[in-house]
Structures are given as C-alpha cells and as structure tokens.
C-alpha cells in the first residue's frame, strides 16, 4: 500500500514539476512514467509499449519513444545506457538547484539487475576535475557502475 502512496506522490510531483515548467504531462505521458515507476527494474521500451497496448490496443513504438523523450527531457525518469532501459528518478520533484539535469550515477547489479540511482557530489567533483584538466568542457555525465548490490551480496 504504502509503494502505492509513494507512485502516487511521485506522480503528483511530476505533475507540478511540469507545470512549474510550462510543459504538460498528458495522459498517456502520465501512464508512461507510472509504468516506469511501478517496474521492479529499469524497463526497456518494447515491455513498455507491450504494457501500455493492454490500456492503448493503438499504442506504436513512436508513442513510447516520444512520452520517453518528454519524460527524460523534463528530468522525471533516467536512461541507463548499459541496460538500454528506463527508470524514475529519486531527484525529480524534490527542487534540487540543478534543476532537471543533476548529475547521478547508478549501481547496476550482475546477478539480480537491480538498480540504484545516487547523486554523489563527490564522484561528480572528480569528473569535472579530471575532465578539466584536459582541457575538456563536460555537459552532461551519468556513470554506470556494476557490482553485487548487497542483498545478492548476502546470499
């Protein structure tokens, strides 16, 4: 019940984020961004669009790609380039100074592929760091990092 509360909260955010912004969280936007929020995992576009016919029988791959793009543009989901797959942001909402592009990492584990976003500054200080000593002007840095996350690592 209480994942159910939260999924709820985070659409709310979501909503007023957009709003905030000027930019509009359509229905079928809105039932994009609860899938992702409700998968277990990062979920990839094509299970996306397998689970949104079963509400839109319509529903093509441009419709997910395009509530995608919206969702990553206004900072409310994440990419994770390693899985090809999407998940909500833990920042979204929560009026951070970086507005909607923070710099996060994630923690992908091997066995179970679970995922976790954080938004450790001094990862992100690192990286600027090193990326300024060549000389090079970052944008934009998401690191993917594998391992065992610790209830894989207990069993």
């Known amino acids: 019940m209480a994942e159910v509360a939260t999924r709820e909260t985070a659409l709310k955010e979501a909503e007023a984020v957009c709003t905030r912004r000027g930019a509009v969280l359509t229905p079928l936007r809105r039932q994009v961004l609860e899938l992702v929020l409700r998968a277990e995992a990062p979920v990839g576009a094509y299970a996306l669009l397998?689970?949104?016919?079963?509400?839109?029988?319509?529903?093509?791959?441009?419709?997910?790609?395009?509530?995608?793009?919206f969702l990553l543009e206004q900072g409310l989901i994440h990419k994770v380039e390693r899985l090809n797959a999407y998940i909500g942001?833990?920042?979204?909402?929560?009026?951070?100074?970086?507005?909607?592009?923070h710099p996060h990492q994630f923690l992908i584990c091997r066995t179970c592929g679970a995922?976790?976003?954080?938004?450790?500054?001094?990862?992100?200080?690192?990286?600027?760091?090193?990326?300024?000593?060549?000389?090079?002007?970052?944008?934009?840095?998401?690191?993917?990092?594998?391992?065992?996350?610790?209830?894989?690592?207990?069993?």
Do not use: W
Not at 50 to 69: E, F
Not at 91 to 101: I, K, L, T
């Open 115 to 155: 995922t976790m976003e954080i938004a450790d500054p001094a990862v992100t200080h690192a990286i600027e760091a090193a990326a300024r000593r060549v000389g090079f002007v970052l944008a934009e840095a998401t690191v993917e990092i594998e391992g065992t996350c610790a209830r894989c690592a207990e069993a």
């Open 89 to 101: 942001c833990n920042e979204s909402g929560h009026g951070h100074s970086h507005d909607h592009h």
């Open 50 to 69: 397998d689970q949104l016919k079963a509400m839109r029988p319509g529903a093509a791959p441009p419709t997910v790609y395009r509530a995608l793009d």
